[in-house]
Each structure stands twice: as C-alpha cells, then as structure tokens.
C-alpha cells in the first residue's frame, strides 16, 4: 500500500486537535437549526465561501455538495440526500446554488475518459463500466449554468416523491465574491 504524506499529516493534526478538545466549538445536533437543505458543488471555493457569505453557522444546514451540484438522476444519492433532509431532519426549504467558473461546464465524457486512460484505467475497465451507466451522460457535465440549477430546481419540486408546494429556489453564487444572484 502506497504511503500518504498528505493523509499522515491530517491524522496528526487530528490527534493534536482532538487532545487540546477544540471540537467543542462544533458541537451541535443533526438536525439543522435554520431547517435548510443546500445542494452545491465540491468546488474547494466554496468550502468556507458559501456559508460564510450565506452566514450559515455550524448546524444551521445541510449542505449536499457534489460535482457540479447536480443530479445525474431522478434518484442517484443526491435526491437520497434531499429527501433524507426533508422527511428524516426536517428540512422545510432547499436550495439550489451552482457557481461561476464551474468545471462541470462544458465538461465532455471523451475528455474525461482520456484523462482516465492517463491515470491507467483501460478500455477493458470504460467497456465493463458501460455494462452500468451511460458513460456519455454519466461523465458529462452541462452546457449552462443557469439552465442547469432551473433544470435541478424543477427536477427537485416535480420529484414524485418531494411534498408539494416544497420551497426549492435556484441560485448562482461568484466562486470570489460570495455574491447570491437568485436564478428565476
């Protein structure tokens, strides 16, 4: 097994951090405080950026982030997620935040797979995949942002399974500012 620098570090900071008990400006229940699901990217940008600039605290929300903060279907993990936070933590609104300079957009399945092909998987291991998934659709990212959170939006509100009349609001935020702009 290859040895992790990076991953020795952080169990090291770890130790320190849990000995001196500085967690205990974390605690908090399960259950979000401002009953608020947020749905957006992984985007290392927004780790810090969005709940500061949203000022969410510790526990105020549940905040689902994925690549591109976006579905692949009608129920992948991240509708698990949303409907997890509605009934089972009591999540009375959702929102939909995508961001600027997202690298989902414009992000082709065939350059994906060429940058796979780099890191060693073979076409053996892409054709196996393609037993599974839709490779096209399940690599490719989207072309607009904007249309991409009303499509989320939407696909969250018409969700057979959502309560209806469910607050569910799309937005864009500046991967620098913070900036919030609603997306209508």
Do not use: W
């Not at 990217?41 to 000022?55: A, F, H, I, N, V």
């Not at 526990?59 to 982030?65: C, E, H, N, Q, V």
């Not at 129920?75 to 995508?98: F, K």
């Not at 696909?155 to 919030?180: C, W, Y």
């Amino acid at each position: 097994m290859k040895k992790s620098n990076m991953i020795d570090d952080i169990l090291t900071f770890n130790k320190q951090f849990v000995a001196e008990k500085r967690y205990e400006e974390y605690i908090t229940s399960g259950q979000p405080n401002r009953k608020l699901a947020v749905l957006t990217c992984m985007d290392t940008r927004l780790t810090e950026l969005l709940p500061k600039s949203m000022g969410l605290k510790n526990g105020d929300a549940k905040i689902i982030k994925v690549a591109g903060g976006t579905m692949i279907s009608h129920y992948d993990s991240v509708m698990r997620s949303l409907l997890v936070a509605v009934y089972e933590l009591g999540c009375e609104e959702i929102m939909v935040v995508h961001h600027s300079d997202c690298g989902l957009c414009h992000m082709e399945a065939h350059h994906f797979e060429d940058l796979m092909r780099e890191k060693g998987v073979t076409d053996e291991a892409l054709e196996q995949a393609a037993q599974f998934v839709n490779l096209d659709e399940f690599l490719h990212g989207f072309d607009d942002i904007e249309a991409d959170v009303q499509r989320m939006v939407e696909a969250i509100k018409q969700h057979p399974l959502m309560p209806r009349n469910f607050v569910v609001r799309g937005f864009m935020i500046d991967s620098l500012t913070g900036e919030l702009t609603e997306v209508v």
